[in-house]
């Protein structure tokens, strides 16, 4: 009990001789990294809304760039525990075309055989093969780099290319359309969205959770002897989160449905139309709540369960790892097969978005999963990462992408920049860790 209390007054000591910016830090443990990276993502926002004379920031492009997100976010969930075990994955993008191409012809071509069209199950019964199919594809990669000794670049190269060309094979080149009715709901649009009322109840249901995560936070604290945050920066944490997200919810239920649409839904229901039109707002967007849940899923994965910890432990020294009888081998295969699952629920959301199933579907989305990841804060020398920085890290590249197609930036010119932002990222990262030694 003394040394805790002498702990806390030599905290206070260090505190009262550091200046307002850094106490302010300390106090609310607020990641300077994922900072910077926030700092930088409204760079870009502001910079091209101001290129585009102000159509960056607009309800409908920011609603739109939450839905083209969704996909590489999700892949890049789990490319964050693949590069923190120091491998890599860059097969995501062809097993993403893959099983979109499988999912596609069984729900347009093989189950209204056997279902008929538009039963109940077609949607269940594709996602459930989708996951079964991007599971087995990921355990098998990870079978080869960890009981045959293969490095994951070579295996996952390998994989880029054997997945790409057997999803020609599937189809012979034909494009597969249209999807399921409900399966297209996990792509977004007028329908593939919750509405103003449901969003508004999930934005304060987010409240409360972050009301109620900061709160059991400081419990624990308290109960195992931690230093505690002020309660002002509490409250600060609270109010920055709800902000955070009833102002997103605010965005996303000002973008209304497109006149042609809501005018049909307003003919087919029998409502009148008013002399200004009808306001029919979208709200949140399926796939982005898809790619929400996956990512709260996924941090609850890499922090509160063993195998999470097993993870880290395995980036921060396999040797050691080993000796404390972890079983890296089968760790390394599980982590593999999830990142199978992950791009499995991505090619779900790409191809409903699309309403089709393309052999062109993923192309260099293993460039993007694996610059998010990294642009996140995930080191490359294995041991560090976050879900939430690699998430954010997606909303940063496809800014990025989104951005520049809106002022008319030719595509070669896109790749470039793309390519220079994830050198530039990586060297951060290097000078980073320099420091942080």
């Excluded at 494009?175 to 399921?180: H, K, N, R, Y």
């Excluded at 996956?294 to 890499?302: D, E, N, P, R």
């Excluded at 020398?381 to 997606?394: E, F, V």
């Amino acid at each position: 009990m003394a040394d805790i209390t002498n702990t806390a007054h030599a905290n206070r000591a260090r505190s009262a001789s550091e200046n307002p910016v850094k106490r302010f830090f300390r106090a609310t443990e607020i990641d300077t990294r994922l900072l910077g990276m926030v700092g930088a993502l409204l760079i870009i926002w502001i910079g091209f809304n101001f290129l585009s004379g102000g159509l960056f920031l607009t309800p409908r492009n920011l609603w739109n760039l939450s839905v083209q997100t969704a996909s590489v976010a999700v892949m890049a969930t789990g490319m964050v525990l693949v590069i923190v075990t120091r491998n890599i994955d860059l097969s995501v993008g062809s097993i993403l075309g893959f099983v979109g191409m499988i999912m596609g012809v069984l729900q347009a071509e093989l189950l209204p055989q056997l279902l008929g069209f538009n039963h109940p199950a077609t949607w269940i019964v594709t996602l459930l093969a989708g996951l079964l199919l991007g599971a087995a594809i990921g355990a098998l990669h990870g079978s080869i780099i960890a009981f045959m000794n293969v490095p994951s670049f070579i295996v996952t190269l390998g994989g880029l290319l054997v997945w790409r060309g057997a999803t020609w094979f599937v189809t012979s080149g034909r494009t597969v359309a249209p999807m399921d009715a409900t399966f297209r709901l996990m792509g977004g649009g007028t329908e593939g969205s919750i509405g103003a009322t449901a969003s508004w109840i999930v934005g304060a249901l987010a409240c409360v959770a972050i009301v109620a995560t900061i709160a059991n936070s400081r419990k624990q604290r308290k109960r195992f002897g931690f230093p505690l945050r002020p309660m002002w920066a509490e409250y600060f944490l609270v109010a920055i989160g709800c902000a955070l997200v009833l102002g997103a919810v605010w965005v996303v239920n000002s973008y209304p449905w497109p006149v042609a649409i809501a005018r049909k839904y307003a003919d087919a229901n029998g409502i009148a139309w008013p002399d200004g039109g009808l306001f029919i707002p979208h709200g949140i967007a399926i796939p982005v709540l898809i790619a929400i849940v996956v990512g709260i899923v996924m941090t609850f994965i890499s922090t509160r369960l063993r195998f999470g910890r097993y993870v880290f432990a395995i980036g921060g020294n396999q040797e050691a790892a080993e000796l404390a009888g972890i079983k890296t081998r089968w760790v390394t295969v599980k982590i593999f097969a999830l990142m199978g699952m992950l791009c499995a629920i991505a090619a779900a959301i790409s191809t409903a978005r699309l309403n089709a199933a393309t052999n062109a579907q993923g192309e260099l989305d293993e460039l993007y999963t694996i610059a998010a990841a990294v642009i996140g804060g995930t080191s490359l020398a294995g041991g560090m990462g976050t879900i939430a920085g690699a998430m954010l890290g997606a909303l940063v590249m496809q800014s990025l992408q989104s951005g520049m197609v809106l002022v008319g930036i030719d595509t070669p010119f896109q790749r470039i920049v793309v390519g220079v932002v994830l050198v530039v990222a990586v060297w951060l990262d290097t000078i980073y860790r320099a420091r942080a030694k």
